[in-house]
């Protein structure tokens, strides 16, 4: 499932891997806003004209990287314009989770939920709220 390793990335420190340390906590916030910055860059290049020089800068003005990686990262952004479907991805099960607890109420169990997804297989997320939500969400995001 798109967006399941980074799902759980923030979701193992929101529950307390760790211990509550700060770096861990920072080293996965640094990674998200690389990831975020690939959702913009991903977009604007292949639907606004991004400039691989415009792109390089985004990485390193929000993503705080050094200027040969944020390059390298703005040339992939030029052949892959799907590398923003695990940001996307991961944005898309948090909603569905929140909605899902919204759902269930006091009965909801993190547990069960991601018990019930992942026994979906890997489908589009979509997909797995039509198999886990009971009322007709329209719209994901």
């Not at 916030?29 to 004209?49: F, P």
Request: aromatic fraction near 8%; glycine fraction near 8%; proline fraction near 4%.
């Amino acid at each position: 499932m798109e967006g399941w390793a980074h799902y759980t990335e923030q979701m193992m420190l929101d529950i307390g891997y760790g211990d509550g340390d700060p770096r861990l906590r920072l080293a996965q916030l640094k990674e998200a806003l690389t990831r975020n910055c690939r959702y913009i860059a991903a977009i604007k290049m292949h639907t606004q004209g991004m400039t691989v020089e415009e792109a390089t800068r985004l990485f390193q003005e929000k993503a705080f990287a050094e200027k040969a990686p944020a390059r390298q990262e703005a040339v992939r952004g030029t052949f892959d314009p799907g590398y923003l479907n695990y940001t996307l991805g991961k944005l898309m099960i948090l909603k569905l989770r929140e909605d899902y607890r919204r759902q269930e109420g006091d009965a909801f169990s993190l547990l069960a939920f991601h018990d019930r997804l992942l026994g979906l297989g890997a489908p589009p997320v979509p997909l797995a709220c039509r198999a886990l939500l009971r009322e007709n969400v329209e719209a994901i995001l």
